[in-house]
């Protein structure tokens, strides 16, 4: 054990403890290299234009701001807010949406009537009904994984067909 007679050790214990929940608090979130919005949901204010974005995060979101009134404002009706940017961010993502068919369940997007667009911590992902979205958020990181799987495929250029290859074999 150690003694406090040792103010040293006791500081590097302290320093030691404390320092994950250093890391934790300063570390940015997983998402924040993909945030989709450019400007503030609240204000429609470009992010940055009135100095640097203000970033908190609401349920394991992130959400930026363009400054702290617009936090408030968020903060006292926050449902009525995440609504809106769920509805700005399945816009802004759903051009580029990697699958044809339901993450869940491998049904084609739209043969069940319109898909189920439903927004997680930032992106969008589409189902074929509403029904999928529990199975979804029993296991999220399976389904997001799948995701960028399908959107890493779509990024991939085209093979080129060897230009020294015949037309066709055989002859």
């Not at 979130?29 to 009135?50: F, H, Q, R, T």
């Amino acid at each position: 054990m150690i003694s406090p007679r040792h103010p040293l050790a006791m500081l590097v214990l302290a320093l030691l403890v404390s320092l994950p929940l250093l890391a934790e608090e300063a570390a940015p979130l997983s998402n924040s290299a993909a945030y989709p919005l450019d400007y503030c949901i609240v204000s429609g204010e470009k992010l940055g234009s009135m100095g640097e974005a203000v970033v908190k995060s609401y349920d394991g979101r992130e959400v930026r701001f363009c400054c702290n009134s617009c936090v408030e404002t968020f903060g006292k009706n926050q449902k009525k807010w995440t609504k809106k940017l769920d509805a700005a961010i399945a816009a802004a993502q759903k051009d580029d949406y990697p699958l044809e068919t339901c993450v869940v369940t491998g049904e084609k997007l739209g043969e069940m009537g319109k898909p189920t667009e439903y927004v997680y911590q930032n992106r969008l992902v589409r189902f074929c009904c509403d029904g999928c979205i529990q199975a979804f958020n029993k296991e999220p990181h399976k389904y997001l994984a799948m995701l960028d799987a399908a959107r890493a495929r779509a990024q991939e250029p085209p093979a080129v067909k060897d230009a020294h290859e015949p037309e066709s074999a055989g002859h």
